[in-house]
């Protein structure tokens, strides 16, 4: 049974900066892509990054890219999202999940396991 848990949100002031974590425990088979995703109040939920596992493949959304970055740390069955240059409009609950073999920001019913989500707020 794998669970995933999400930590590193907060309040953070415009500009500034997070590093989201996303752990993994238990064993599932035929898994290989973490995505990160976020749905602001109002908002539908939005693909942000994803990251292969398998080869390293990444990819991100308009919306961040140039700001936010995905790593992996596979001894500590870990995934993070660094992000910088925050702003407002990235106020969002930030949930990881855990997909089979295709990175896609898109399609979000081929994930298959979900976090619980983590709040980051950017205000002033």
């Known amino acids: 049974q794998l669970q995933l848990v999400e930590s590193g949100g907060g309040l953070v002031q415009p500009g500034g900066s997070l590093r989201l974590s996303c752990v993994a425990s238990g064993n599932i088979l035929d898994h290989y892509v973490i995505g990160w995703f976020r749905q602001a109040p109002g908002k539908e939920r939005e693909g942000i990054s994803c990251i292969r596992v398998s080869d390293g493949r990444s990819y991100y959304a308009d919306s961040i890219k140039g700001r936010f970055t995905i790593s992996g740390d596979n001894a500590k069955n870990t995934v993070y999202l660094q992000m910088n240059s925050l702003k407002t409009e990235d106020t969002a609950v930030y949930s990881c999940?855990?997909?089979?073999?295709?990175?896609?920001?898109?399609?979000?019913?081929?994930?298959?396991?979900w976090g619980q989500g983590t709040q980051v707020t950017v205000s002033s």
């Open positions: 999940a855990v997909g089979r073999d295709v990175c896609s920001l898109r399609r979000h019913d081929w994930y298959d396991y």
